[in-house]
């Protein structure tokens, strides 16, 4: 029988922490040959584009495709994230996931992997650019790896929607959570997270302080960047998840005339086989585009949980 999980079951089961060790394996997995990574492929047809992406993970016992349409008619609409699970031994069907919830998760998870593995472990101040889906779950998941944050600096235009986020967050997590403007968010963090859509930098590299680190998350397309030239000269350390996927979609990096095929990715630096943090003035960046592994991974914890769980969770 084909299980259905939808947003309030992957919610459920898979709470942050643990969504941050199933990344944290993902990119090892990956690093190490024990998966398989497809690179999103985007198909349009006139406003409506098909986005598929998948992977294969062994010893997880599991493989995924994902996929969801975005429909553009003056605002973009339509978009629903479907996740199949097959078994990597029969082949057989085993759930299909509602995975908007998942990825929102995982891509939070993502950015905590990275933070944890080469920001400052003292890092105090947060600059959040951003206050829309991706910003809760970035939020969330780094203030579990942060054991010294203790203010968040979030800039975003849209007021209404930031000062709903600020009050909401600052109650789950008792952070001094406030606004602010970029220049002055920039210059006071000890790490950034841009969660945005926008298609231009949102600071200038320049308002970097030494020592702090940056997570882009935004831009998953060529023609999009978030941060500019300046912050990737600055750095000593610049990783992505994946290279494949940075040839395709980095924004970041193709309009910042910067080669992806030359960035070692955050799995690899996991492992020890490439350099990270050699010291507190470092400025290190973490490029995340999303992969179809993370998704997969996550899910087949939320499967065994499931599994555990009995005739309750589908």
Known sequence: MVRYLDDEVVTALLPTADAIECVDRSFRLLAGGEA??????????????LNVMWA???????????????????????????????????GELIAMIKADRLGQIRTGAASAVATRAMARPDS??????????Q???????????????????VVSRGEERR????ARMRDELGLEVHASGAEEAVRAADVIVTATGA???VFDGAWVRPGTHVNATGSNAREKREVDRTLLDRAAVVVTDDREVAQLD????????????????????????????????????????GLAIQDVVCAAYVL?????AGEEFG
């Open 304 to 308: 065994r949980r499931a599994d555990g």
């Open 135 to 153: 910003a809760e779950t970035q939020l969330r998941s780094l203030a579990l790896v942060l054991p010294s944050l203790r203010t968040v600096r």
């Open 56 to 90: 294969l993970a062994p010893t997880e016992g599991v493989m995924g495709v994902k996929s969801y349409p975005v429909v553009r008619a003056g605002v973009t609409q339509g978009t629903v994230l479907t996740l199949l699970i097959y078994s990597i031994d029969t």
């Open 124 to 133: 105090e101040v947060l600059a959040l650019f951003g206050a829309g889906f």
């Open 36 to 49: 398989t990574n497809a690179p999103r492929r985007r198909s349009w047809a006139g406003n409506a584009a």
């Open 250 to 289: 980095c924004g970041d990096l193709h309009r910042n005339g910067w080669d992806p095929a030359t960035v070692p990715t955050l799995g690899e630096l996991l492992l020890g086989s490439t350099p990270g943090r050699r010291g507190d003035d470092d400025i290190t960046l973490f490029e995340s585009q």
């Open 163 to 166: 000062d709903r986020f600020i």
């Open 199 to 201: 298609a231009e930098p």
